[in-house]
């Protein structure tokens, strides 16, 4: 089990900057792939970063160049950092680990995560 708190989340003006924070405890050594999603009211759920245990990332193309997604494992926190934040970006965001178990065939996949969301509001 890994149990995720997000912290960062708040109110700030279009223009501005906010560093959403995600800390993981429990099986935190299981942990492969991270990401951040966010969910908009009236709108579906939607990937923004990701970034794979390979170091690989990738970005909704609405956030490239704008937003940054980081990992630091040796306190088990990862991080979105968000830059000229537009009224568009608000949101309840969300972080996301997937898993990965060892057994007697090789690693598999293992458990999704989840986070409870921190709110994210841009005034223009």
């Known amino acids: 089990q890994v149990q995720l708190v997000e912290s960062g989340g708040g109110l700030v003006q279009a223009g501005g900057s906010l560093r959403l924070i995600c800390a993981a405890s429990?099986?935190?050594?299981?942990?492969?792939?991270i990401a951040w999603y966010r969910k908009a009211p009236a709108k579906q759920r939607e990937l923004v970063a990701a970034?794979?245990?390979?170091?690989?990332?990738n970005y909704a193309d609405s956030v490239k160049g704008r937003f940054t997604i980081s990992r630091d494992s040796a306190k088990n926190t990862m991080y979105l950092q968000m830059n000229s934040l537009k009224p568009e970006d608000t949101a309840v965001y969300y972080c996301?680990?997937?898993?990965?178990?060892?057994?007697?065939?090789?690693?598999?996949?293992?458990?999704?995560?989840w986070g409870q969301g921190t709110q994210v509001t841009v005034s223009s």
């Open positions: 996301m680990v997937d898993t990965k178990l060892l057994t007697s065939g090789g690693w598999a996949a293992g458990n999704q995560y």
């Open positions: 970034l794979r245990n390979t170091g690989s990332t």
């Open positions: 429990g099986d935190t050594f299981s942990i492969n792939n």
